[in-house]
């Protein structure tokens, strides 16, 4: 490889990084840093939760979304409430 292609990798790299640092919290306050995506995963399936990814009409996720607002939960749960009810509601 030549020496301007180790620098370029070298360059992407270093913004790489960049782009990753977090600001730092201000003095006197606790960081609260969420975890990251392995982190995450790996509570998730502790969990029992599965991705699940669907594809659905825009007007229906913002439906979905101002539920959500709405009762000030996540999205992930409002979806897992309207399956349980659609599923209960089908049998």
Known sequence: MKKSGLEKMKAMKITG???QAGTSAQFGQAETAAPDRR?????DQSLGLVPFAVKL????????????????IG???????????????AD
């Open 39 to 43: 982190e995450q995963r790996k509570l």
């Open 75 to 89: 999205v992930n749960e409002v979806v897992a409430e309207l399956l349980v009810k659609g599923l209960a509601a």
């Open 17 to 19: 990084k960049m782009k």
């Open 57 to 72: 009409n825009s007007e229906l996720v913002q439906q979905v979304q101002a539920l959500a607002q709405e009762r000030q």
